[in-house]
């Protein structure tokens, strides 16, 4: 098959265009709407159930996720689908947890419920540690696999992928804040969901519409294995360990939590991650019928000969079936995901910034509108700025594992004392500082001396830590450590507060 | 915290309330667990098992595989409709008879 990957054709560069026109123009609407810093962080709080669910669905299902699960299960079968799952299951437990006490007790970052009955400044800092770690592991992935993918797909060196990602994004939180961020991920939800899904039917079109049939070609081409469990699992304790980080991790973080301050109420939070749920899981219940329908037609030789992950296999299956225009639309929508998903973690980034560090802990919580504005703009071109160094620094990495790390520093750092505070009377100021230090410093240590880094990237002969997801050890010691410091010290003001807290929690009685 | 607040911190309702929440929760958690792990036990353990055909070519792994996904949502919907019809019913029960919100 001849493929017109790798060079920027009119179809890709035209689609691209009217995305970038298209959200733009939303920006510039939003920012007539963007005045008050709750506007800026939380779109007013006016987005509906629907919509939000949307736009949670478009901040998780990111480039690598769709681009990746396909190729995994072109090139591995089987195996690919276990990786699928992995990624829905935090949904649920992120309603069940954390999802409603959150958007009742806080008012624009995780940091407003960890620090609500404790003293601000210690746990305003150390919470905004947590989160800012995970967001900049997070955001490095995502701009490394924004070069790459986006060299692969249009040709545009790296760096001006980066460069180009980095400004796009820029426009849309500076001047559209949370309004223009929250469109932009439902629009890009949305046009992923309609682009995986026609290319689904299209894949299937070509098996008279009978996965059976889909499945017989795969077996007939690559053997029965491709459809059975292969070695994915080989060690059952680093799979349950990467399991913890995938479930609790989501539950940590922050660009997706801020989402939640975004709707009226605790009701509509809690329908939203129904939609939500629905969504992502859609969506990862059809892409294996994608990647198994590349690697039937397409053939894993061809897939891995552009690209040894695989990522290409759902861009060529879209080039053989939908011809160039179609390649070109699939191009530009992965473009506009890594957009939308880049946009949302540096809003986040900025939030920590100027809510947690300059307003509660510099100013003590005394600031001007006007002023908060100001720096809430200046943290956002600051956080944009590292994440267009990053990119460029880590360029020709493999930053695979960052995504991994992300999720375990989330779970292990800012998922524990925010569980703890919701539910803990006795919860005090040195049990939140200790849970996050215990639980950032062990996941990153545990991290280096894994496999992951000790091995393949430092090439030593054996690893310290024998698992390559940290988060079963390092999340269990940072609630023990939470534990711990809470017994060892008393706050009867915090203790006081709690049942004003429970109110509000559970009944939404002072809620903003 | 004002005294008719404190009362209803305190009140035997309140505390029902917020004790079937976290049964719930903890009750659908618990399964959520043992759904993903025993998935996950099942994949290591019961290779042969997952890799039994029920097509031409279509393993039984693929559909348990979907159920997993599927099983996630329904727990999901469980919750939320449950809270929807009867916990924010008894919130707003409870609401209306306390004293209003001190916000302005």
């Known amino acids: 098959m001849h493929t017109t990957l790798g060079t920027p054709t009119l179809s890709a560069v035209l689609f691209f265009l009217i ?42 299902m990111s480039a690598a996720s769709f681009l990746g699960i396909a190729g995994l299960v072109a090139l591995r079968g089987y195996d690919g689908m276990i990786y699928a799952t992995g990624w829905l299951v935090g949904w649920p437990a992120l309603i069940f947890l954390v ?18 009955r404790l003293r601000q400044a210690p746990v305003r800092v150390a919470s905004a540690f947590g989160g800012i770690l995970t967001l900049l592991f997070y955001v490095l992935a995502q701009m490394v696999g924004a070069g790459n993918l986006i060299k692969l797909m249009f040709g545009l060196p790296y760096e001006w992928a980066v460069v180009t990602v980095g400004a796009v994004m820029l426009l849309y939180v500076l001047f559209g804040g949370m309004i223009a961020t929250t469109w932009v991920q439902i629009i890009k939800a949305i046009l992923l969901l309609f ?4 290319l689904t039917v299209l894949v299937l079109s070509r098996f008279s519409f009978s996965p059976g049939t889909l499945y017989s070609a795969v077996a007939a081409r690559y053997g029965q294995a491709a459809l059975e469990p292969g070695g994915l699992v080989s060690d059952p304790i680093d799979t349950i360990s990467l399991g913890l980080a995938l479930m609790l991790g989501l539950l940590g973080l922050p ?6 301050y975004t709707v009226p109420d605790a009701r509509a939070a809690r329908t939203s991650v129904l939609y939500a749920t629905g969504f992502i899981g859609y969506f990862y219940l059809i892409i294996p019928i994608v990647g198994f329908g590349a690697s039937a037609l397409v053939g894993r030789e061809l897939i891995r000969g552009i690209d040894a992950g695989g990522n290409m296999a759902a861009p060529l299956v879209a080039e053989l079936l939908g011809g160039t225009p179609f ?56 956080f944009g700025a590292i994440a267009v160094v990053l990119g460029m620094l880590f360029k020709g990495q493999n930053v695979a594992y960052m995504v991994g790390l992300a999720f375990a520093v989330a779970a292990s750092a800012n998922f524990p004392p925010l569980l703890l505070s919701i539910v803990w009377r006795r919860f005090t100021t040195a049990g939140a500082v200790a849970s996050i230090a215990a639980g950032a410093t062990l996941s990153l240590l545990l991290i280096v001396i894994s ?39 008393r706050e009867p003001a915090a203790e006081a507060k709690f049942d004003d807290e429970r109110l509000r929690t559970y009944l939404g009685i002072g809620a903003e | 915290m004002t005294r008719s607040h404190r009362d209803l911190a305190e009140s035997a309702e309140f505390r029902a309330l917020v004790a079937r929440r976290w049964r719930l929760s903890l009750v659908l958690s618990a399964l959520l667990f043992l759904l993903y792990y025993g998935y996950i036990v099942l994949i290591a353990t019961g290779r042969a098992f997952l890799s039994r055909r029920i097509g031409e070519a279509t393993t039984i792994g693929i559909p348990i595989g979907a159920a997993v ?30 004293p209003p919100d001190p916000r302005p």
């Open chain 1, 327 to 382: 390649l070109g639309f699939i191009a530009a929508v992965a473009f506009a995901t890594i957009l939308a998903v880049v946009a949302g973690l540096t809003l986040a980034g900025a939030s920590a910034l100027s809510h947690d560090i300059f307003l509660h802990t510099v100013r003590n919580g005394a600031a001007t509108e006007a002023e908060q504005m100001r720096i809430a703009r200046i943290a956002t071109v600051g």
């Open chain 1, 255 to 260: 660009h997706i939590l801020m989402r939640f």
């Open chain 1, 195 to 198: 682009g995986v899904t026609l």
């Open chain 2, 69 to 98: 996904i599927v099983a996630a949502w329904g727990l999901t919907a469980i919750y939320v409709v449950w809270a929807n019809r009867h916990y924010d019913a008894e919130v707003a029960r409870l609401r209306s008879g306390s």
């Open chain 1, 19 to 60: 995305i970038v026109a298209l959200t733009l123009a939303l920006t510039w609407w939003a920012a007539r709407r963007t005045r008050s810093t709750s506007e800026f962080y939380a779109a007013g709080r006016s987005i509906s159930p629907m919509q939000n669910g949307l736009a949670l669905a478009g901040d998780y």
């Open chain 1, 451 to 489: 496999p992951t880094i000790w091995v393949d990237l430092m090439h030593r002969p054996a690893a310290i830590f024998p698992l390559r997801n940290p988060a079963i050890v390092s999340m269990p010691a940072a609630f023990l450590c939470g534990l711990v410091a809470s017994w060892l010290t």
């Open chain 1, 99 to 116: 999802a409603e006490p959150l958007r009742n007790l806080g008012k624009f970052t995780f940091a407003d419920v960890v620090a609500f």
